[in-house]
């Protein structure tokens, strides 16, 4: 008749080498190698692949595209932006002419007795 | 003395220029009153091809240099106003039943819709000329598009003698001209050289809305109509965009408070109270 002690360890190193065994069972390594294999050789996953690197490949091109486009988007709008200023510059050059000698630059109110040439009422 | 009349911008327009007939000056007014129809058509909120429809639609837009430039000088008077002057109050002005063009305005029955407080960013590229509103936010340039028209008319027809433009009240000159100011009696006459005046108020521009008067100076902090005392507010400044401005915060001042606001700023102004007091302020004499 064996001890108690041994008849214990006898069901403890039982039990261990289960569990040890259904860790093994449940990530069945054996299978994923065959399993990678099989997905390599499938043709949908081939063809997946094959679609997703065209696509990165595309994605890339259009940002390209678009980069040139907004470069020469940047520079026709500075350039617009430069011709409006300098018309502008060139369109106020009499004005400020005008001003110089019509005293437009310090303008003055006062009340009046005179009749009035126009009206300024709520618009 | 020459005068061309017109229609633009839901008011009527009058150029009065003091030079001989002729190509020159006949091309000036042309010029002047074109300048009227094409700031129309990009900064009408009305017309929904403008620039300034588009970007409501859109919420962003790139900009032509009137717009991009009459909404920074919009910005520009909400920051100075303290927000007394703000171009988002575009969904109030409809909520309280102003949007169409006034012409079309059809009174009705039905109440005013409901309206918060304005506000809201407005942000502006100048590199990219961009103009981008924050969510829910539109804007209208109404009378500050109507001031920057009558400045740029004024540049059109500075080279071709002493002139006025005068739309609907906005007013724009160069050299000395006589105008009046309507009060509860007697109408004042202004003696201006050169610079502008604006003139804003609620005697026009009401309508009713299930019973109740309503008028378009909204009042940015409640999104309604504003309550003042004033009637109308007559205001001075180098440009009509300024004027324009100024009259606007002083109406939602009131009137004591538009009589100190002028008198330290030194800004003249002539105010008509409901009751029918009228006061020259701003070192005005």
């Not at chain 2, 102003?98 to 407005?122: K, M, N, Q």
Request: aromatic letters at 4%.
């Amino acid at each position: 008749m064996t001890s108690a002690a041994a008849r214990i360890s006898i069901a403890l190193v039982t039990l261990q080498l289960f569990l040890v065994l259904l860790v093994a069972v449940v990530a069945h390594p054996w299978q994923s190698t065959t399993a990678r294999a099989s997905a390599a050789r499938d043709p949908r996953i081939v063809a997946l692949h094959r679609r997703e690197a065209g696509l990165r490949r595309e994605s890339l091109h259009v940002r390209r595209v678009l980069d040139r486009r907004w470069a020469i988007y940047r520079r026709s709008l500075a350039k617009r932006q430069s011709a409006i200023d300098a018309a502008r510059r060139a369109a106020s050059v009499p004005i400020v002419r005008q001003a110089a000698t019509a005293s437009y630059s310090a303008p003055s109110v006062r009340v009046v007795t005179l009749p009035a040439q126009t009206i300024t009422r709520t618009s | 003395m020459l005068r061309r009349t017109f229609a633009a911008m839901g008011t009527d327009i009058e150029l009065l220029l003091d030079a001989p007939g002729g190509p020159q000056a006949t091309e000036a007014l042309g010029a002047a009153e074109a300048e009227f129809h094409r700031l129309e058509s990009l900064l009408s909120r009305f017309r929904p091809d403008s620039q300034l429809a588009r970007l409501n639609r859109d919420g962003a837009i790139v900009a032509g240099c009137e717009l991009l430039e009459v909404t920074e000088l919009a910005v520009a008077a909400r920051a100075r106003s303290h927000g007394r002057f703000d171009p988002t109050i575009h969904d109030a002005l409809c909520a309280a039943g102003y949007h169409t063009s006034f012409d079309e305005l059809d009174p009705g029955d039905a109440p005013a819709e409901p309206a918060g407080p304005c506000g809201g960013t407005i942000a502006i590229d100048r590199e990219l000329c961009s103009i981008t509103l924050g969510p829910d936010v539109r804007i209208d340039l109404g009378g500050i598009a109507k001031g920057y028209a009558v400045d740029r008319a004024r540049e059109i027809l500075a080279p071709a003698g002493r002139s006025l433009v005068n739309a609907g009240g906005d007013i724009a000159a160069t050299g000395e001209w006589i105008v009046g100011v309507e009060t509860a009696g007697t109408p004042i006459s202004l003696a201006i050289d050169g610079g502008a005046l604006a003139t804003t108020g609620r005697d026009r521009r009401c309508w009713t809305r299930g019973g109740r008067e309503l008028h378009h100076l909204i009042d940015p902090s409640t999104g309604q109509p504003a309550t003042s005392d004033l009637l109308r507010v007559t205001a001075f400044a180098p440009t009509a965009v300024e004027a324009e401005v100024l009259a606007k915060t002083r109406f939602l001042a009131g009137f004591d408070g538009a009589l100190e606001e002028a008198a330290s700023a030194a800004a003249p102004c002539v105010l008509v109270a409901e009751d029918g007091r009228c006061a020259l302020a701003g070192g005005l004499a």
